[in-house]
């Protein structure tokens, strides 16, 4: 079903510290995943993008990690910093279909 | 770097009355999209637009919503009849034809119905 709520979920970690931040999806179709960052005021911005023949990509600072199995998506920041602070979301999309976009976490990073 | 924008950044209209977002896509971007986020909840996709016309379109995107490309620049997504319910920011994306996933977003616009 649908979350709705004013409530995300938030991940607090100290800079400098590596977060992980989650994400289940339900359609086993899903062919492509995308990360988002978004601030606060600002449209989402993309990350990384994964598809669904790889279960590992890694950007600057970033990977994603793909499990198929259990339908899960997870982003690592390495190091994070201040700037890191933002809503992070997953999209998932099934060949031929439009994105859908997962809740949101919040990350806040503590000095 | 080249982004998109959209205008204006908060509108507050009447309930029943008609809204007009604007949005300037990245100009060599041949794909556009709305999407809106009512406050605490998902991005939702609206409609993606190609070659002057509606490629797809989600169960929202209903008679009350239009969109135009009105000259070689803007993007707009027009509301009628506003209802409470509407009040959401509403992104404007565009991308590369080449690229079609890699989506660039607006900072959106926030319209509150009163």
């Known amino acids: 079903g649908e979350s709705v709520g004013l409530h995300l979920p938030t991940l607090s970690v100290q800079e400098g510290d590596n977060s992980i931040i989650n994400c289940a999806y339900s359609?086993?179709?899903?062919?492509?995943f995308i990360w988002y960052k978004q601030e606060s005021g600002k449209g989402p911005q993309f990350i990384i993008d994964i598809r669904s023949n790889m279960d590992k990509r890694q950007g600057q600072r970033v990977t994603v990690l793909l499990n198929k199995t259990v339908k899960h998506l997870s982003l690592q920041i390495a190091a994070t910093q201040p700037g890191d602070s933002a809503v992070y979301f997953c999209?998932?999309?099934?060949?031929?279909?439009?994105?859908?976009f997962g809740p949101g976490t919040r990350l806040s990073v503590l000095p | 770097e080249p982004e998109v924008t959209q205008t204006p950044s908060h509108q507050v209209t009447q309930m029943g009355q008609e809204v007009i977002l604007r949005c300037v896509p990245i100009s060599n971007h041949l794909y556009f999209y709305w999407y809106r986020q009512i406050l605490g909840q998902k991005v939702e996709f609206l409609v993606s637009f190609y070659n002057n016309e509606i490629s797809e379109k989600s169960e929202i995107f209903d008679d009350q919503f239009s969109v135009e490309r009105p000259d070689g620049s803007n993007f707009t997504l027009k509301i009628r009849s506003t209802k409470l319910e509407d009040s959401a920011m509403y992104f404007c994306?565009?991308?590369?034809?080449?690229?079609?996933?890699?989506?660039?977003f607006g900072p959106g616009t926030r319209l509150l119905v009163l």
């Open positions: 994306a565009s991308s590369e034809l080449a690229q079609r996933e890699t989506q660039y």
């Open positions: 359609n086993s179709a899903s062919d492509y």
């Open positions: 999209a998932e999309r099934s060949h031929g279909q439009n994105f859908v």
